[in-house]
């Protein structure tokens, strides 16, 4: 298959806006992430997907998309492969506090169901945020902004297609890198904490936390993505003791944005991040 090319992502473009909402998303630098993409690659691979706001802009003819959420791949698998039951479900729901902890307290044990609950909890927590205790349960509260809409039709009916040609992994990271070669664009977006200072201990996304050592097996793995040949781009925070555990020849622009996660939207500060890569733009 033919390499994909960026003439299409012309910078005035505008961009659908992810179905899912996700603490850490990267939507805020799509248009900077795009400044730094290769010109052409042959497949794009995302191990941590999350929101895949870079996924959902590009639209890859081949890619894969993993993550150590079950509950997330599960949701994007149901949505690919049976996306008319799916989504004539999801619009059927309405906003409710009582529905929400509900569904939070439940355990379905059918794929539709599962990925419902997905969505709707997805759609209404607290900030986006996606935390989970010990036992692997979803304890995040509901959030205070309740829209009157919770999705239309066309922006689930245009995921689902971009989703048609996506290889879905559930899993460790590594689990997807593993298939990585040359020519592929691999972007990764590791758990971070945007805004915080001195810790290398990050949010509970799944059951186990995502650590300084987590980080140090990603930074071999982009050795030897790197030495496969393939092309990687990486976003972390800007603060020396997250930096210092990656390569130091990785290509680096730096941004600043305003941090996304606060209890309170007056107390949101400047944070930095920057984007690493292995080649030149």
Request: charged content about 25%; hydrophobic content about 35%; proline content about 6%.
């Amino acid at each position: 298959m033919a390499d994909h090319a960026l003439v299409h992502l012309a910078p005035h473009r505008r961009f659908d806006r992810p179905i899912l909402r996700w603490a850490g998303g990267k939507s805020h630098l799509l248009r900077r992430i795009l400044r730094v993409l290769p010109g052409r690659w042959v497949r794009y691979v995302e191990p941590m997907a999350g929101g895949a706001s870079l996924f959902f802009a590009l639209k890859p003819q081949q890619s894969i998309l993993g993550d150590i959420n079950p509950d997330l791949i599960g949701f994007y698998r149901t949505l690919r492969d049976h996306s008319d039951e799916l989504i004539d479900r999801l619009l059927t729901l309405r906003p409710s506090k009582r529905l929400y902890y509900e569904l939070r307290s439940s355990q379905p044990s059918d794929k539709y169901s599962r990925a419902l609950r997905f969505a709707y909890l997805n759609r209404l927590c607290w900030n986006g945020v996606y935390r989970v205790n010990r036992r692997g349960e979803f304890n995040v509260p509901i959030g205070d902004r309740r829209p009157t809409v919770l999705w239309r039709r066309p922006s689930l009916e245009t995921a689902a297609n971009t989703l048609q040609t996506a290889e879905l992994v559930s899993g460790d990271f590594s689990k997807v890198l593993r298939s990585a070669r040359r020519g592929d664009l691999v972007f990764l977006d590791p758990p971070y904490p945007r805004g915080s200072e001195g810790t290398t201990d990050f949010a509970r996304y799944s059951a186990e936390r995502f650590s300084s050592s987590d980080h140090l097996r990603l930074a071999r793995w982009i050795q030897l993505l790197t030495e496969r040949g393939a092309k990687v781009i990486l976003v972390v925070s800007d603060q020396s003791h997250i930096r210092s555990l990656y390569p130091r020849w990785l290509e680096g622009t730096k941004v600043v944005t305003q941090s996304l996660i606060s209890c309170d939207g007056k107390t949101r500060r400047p944070t930095g991040e920057v984007i690493l890569r292995n080649y030149s733009s």
